[in-house]
C-alpha cells in the first residue's frame, strides 16, 4: 500500500469522486459543508474510501493473519512448561457425565481425550 504506483493509481482512478467531493463542499452541496473546513471535507471521503472500498476477506484470512506468533524480541525471560495430563479419569468422567446431562437425545459427540497442556 505504500508503493508510489499504488498510490498513483488510487489517485487516478479516484480523481472524479475527489473532484465531486470538492465541488460539492464548495458550492455548500455535501451535508457537512457547514460543519467541516475544506481539508477536512475532501481527506474524510478519501479515507473512507480506501479502507471501505476493499473487497471483504475471509475469516479464515483475518483469523490466519492475527494468529502470527511472532517469537520472543529482545531481552525477555520467558519459562515454557508442559502440564501433564492426569493420570485419573475422574476429571474426564465429571466431563462426560456433564455433557450427557446436557445433550438431546439424538445428539452425539466424540469422547474428548485427556492431553499435556502447554504455556508460557
Not at 470538492?22 to 458550492?27: E, K, T, V
Not at 476477506?57 to 495430563?85: E, F, H, L, N, Y
Amino acid at each position: 500500500m505504500d508503493s508510489p504506483l499504488f498510490i498513483l493509481k488510487f489517485l487516478v482512478f479516484k480523481t472524479p469522486f475527489i473532484l465531486k467531493t470538492a465541488l460539492f463542499h464548495a458550492l455548500g452541496l455535501s451535508q457537512t459543508a457547514p460543519k467541516w473546513d475544506f481539508r477536512t471535507a475532501l481527506v474524510v471521503p478519501i479515507v473512507r474510501e480506501l479502507l471501505c472500498s476493499s473487497p471483504p476477506t475471509s475469516i479464515s484470512k483475518q483469523q490466519q493473519s492475527t494468529m502470527r506468533d511472532p517469537g520472543i524480541k529482545g531481552k525477555m525471560w520467558v519459562s515454557r512448561v508442559t502440564m501433564p495430563a492426569p493420570s485419573e479419569g475422574a476429571l474426564l468422567d465429571l466431563l462426560v457425565n456433564t455433557i450427557d446431562s446436557l445433550k438431546r437425545e439424538n445428539e452425539s459427540y466424540s469422547r474428548p481425550a485427556i492431553v499435556p497442556v502447554e504455556a508460557e
